[in-house]
C-alpha cells in the first residue's frame, strides 16, 4: 500500500471517530447526561468532533494547493474544486434535510422565504433558525463558509514566499480566530441575539481549519522521513491530555470559549496528526487507524451525521428505554449512514468525476479512457 493510499485510509478512521464521538455526545444529549460532574463531564466535550472534522476538511481541502505551489506547479481548478464541493455535500443534505422535515414535522424548513436558509446553508447565522431543520447542520454552514475561502486564502498563499509564507499565513489566520472570539466576548452578553451564531461562524473556527492546513503544509514540506520523527502515541498523549483538561477543568465563560477552544484544537490537530504524517513508518496507533471497518464507518461517516441526531431523538420521543436508545442508535444512525452513501453520495461524486472527464476530453479534443478516482475528500 502507497504512502497516500494509507494516509487516506487512516484519514477515513478519524472521520470515523469524529463521528462516533458527536454520536455519543447526542446519546448522552437525549437522555440528559450531559455537563454535571463524573460522566456527564467526559461526554460533553466529546463535541470535540467537531473540530476535529474542521481539522480534517483543512488538511484534506488545502493540500492540493500547497503541493501545487511548492512544486512550481499550476494550482487546481477553482471550478473544479467547487464542484467536486458542490456535489460532495449539497445532494446528501438536500436528501436528508427533505425527509426529515417531513417526518420530524420540521414546518420552518418549508416557510418562505425563510425557510431558504436550511437548503442554502445559511441557518448558522441567525439565533432563530440555528438548530432548525437539521440542528446540528450548523456546522455545514461553517464548512461551506470555508469552502468558499479557501481559494482566495490558497491564492493568498502563492504570493507568500515558500513554506515560510504558508506559516505566517496559518499564524495570521488563528490571530485572527483569537481576536474574533475575544471581541465578541468584549462587546456582547449571552443573551444578545448574535453571540452564539457569531462565536461558531468561519472567523471564529478558522483557527481550526488552520490546524489541518498546517498538518498539510507540513506533510508536502518535510516529507514522510522528517516530518515523522515524533511517535505517534506523543501526538495522541497530548490530545488526550487536553481532553482531559478540557473534562475537569470549570473555566469561566471567557475561559471555556477563549481557552476552551484552544485546547479542542489541540485535540484535533494530535488525533489527526499520526493519521496524515508519517504514515510509511507504521505502528500499532497507525496500524489500528488502518482497519477496514474503522474506514469504512469513516466512508458512510457524513450520512450519519446528517441522520443520526434524528434517529436518537425519534427513539427517545417513542419511549425507548435509554439503553436502547444508546446501543440501537447509533446502529442505525450507521445504517442511515450506509443508505446515504449508497445511495446518494457516491453516485453524485461518480457525476462529478463524469463531469471533469467530459470536460477535460472536450479541451483536448479526444475522448479519456481508463482515468480512475477515488472517492472525494
Do not use: N
Request: proline content about 6%; hydrophobic content about 55%.
Amino acid at each position: 500500500m502507497t504512502v497516500e493510499a494509507g494516509r487516506l485510509r487512516t484519514v477515513d478512521a478519524l472521520r470515523a471517530i469524529a463521528a462516533l464521538a458527536i454520536v455519543a455526545y447526542h446519546v448522552a444529549f437525549v437522555l440528559g447526561e450531559l455537563g454535571g460532574q463524573g460522566a456527564g463531564a467526559w461526554l460533553a466535550q466529546l463535541q470535540v468532533g467537531v473540530p476535529l472534522f474542521f481539522a480534517i476538511s483543512g488538511f484534506l481541502l488545502y493540500r492540493p494547493w500547497v503541493a501545487a505551489k511548492l512544486a512550481g506547479a499550476p494550482p487546481p481548478s477553482t471550478g473544479v474544486y467547487a464542484l467536486r464541493r458542490i456535489l460532495r455535500i449539497v445532494p446528501a443534505y438536500w436528501v436528508a434535510l427533505l425527509l426529515i422535515a417531513v417526518a420530524m414535522g420540521r414546518d420552518e424548513v418549508f416557510a418562505w422565504p425563510g425557510g431558504l436558509v436550511y437548503p442554502l446553508f445559511a441557518q448558522a447565522y441567525d439565533v432563530d433558525s440555528f438548530t432548525g431543520g437539521i440542528g446540528q447542520a450548523w456546522t455545514l454552514t461553517v464548512e461551506v463558509a470555508f469552502y468558499a475561502a479557501l481559494p482566495l486564502l490558497a491564492l493568498l498563499a502563492r504570493r507568500l514566499p515558500g513554506v515560510r509564507g504558508e506559516l505566517l499565513l496559518l499564524g495570521a489566520m488563528v490571530a485572527l480566530s483569537i481576536a474574533w472570539r475575544a471581541g465578541v466576548l468584549a462587546v456582547l452578553d449571552p443573551s444578545d441575539g448574535p453571540y452564539i451564531p457569531l462565536l461558531t461562524s468561519l472567523p471564529a473556527e478558522l483557527d481550526l481549519f488552520a490546524a489541518g492546513m498546517g498538518l498539510a503544509v507540513l506533510s508536502v514540506s518535510a516529507g514522510e522521513s522528517r516530518a515523522a520523527r515524533v511517535p505517534a502515541w506523543c501526538a495522541w498523549a497530548a490530545a488526550g491530555a487536553a481532553f482531559a483538561t478540557l473534562a475537569l477543568w470549570t473555566p469561566g465563560q471567557v475561559g471555556a470559549v477563549l481557552a476552551g477552544h484552544e485546547l479542542q484544537l489541540v485535540v484535533a490537530a494530535g488525533l489527526l496528526a499520526p493519521a496524515v504524517i508519517g504514515v510509511s513508518r507504521g505502528g500499532r496507533l497507525r496500524h489500528a487507524l488502518a482497519s477496514p471497518a474503522l474506514a469504512w464507518v469513516g466512508l458512510v461517516s457524513y450520512g450519519i451525521y446528517l441522520w443520526h441526531l434524528d434517529v436518537l431523538r425519534a427513539l427517545g420521543d417513542a419511549g425507548a428505554p435509554g439503553v436502547v436508545v444508546a446501543l440501537a442508535g447509533p446502529v442505525i444512525a450507521i445504517a442511515f449512514g450506509a443508505a446515504s452513501w449508497y445511495l446518494v453520495e457516491r453516485h453524485s461524486i461518480t457525476l462529478g468525476h463524469r463531469l471533469r472527464l467530459r470536460r477535460a476530453a472536450g479541451r483536448s479534443g479526444r475522448p479519456l479512457a481508463g482515468v480512475g478516482e477515488r472517492r472525494d475528500a
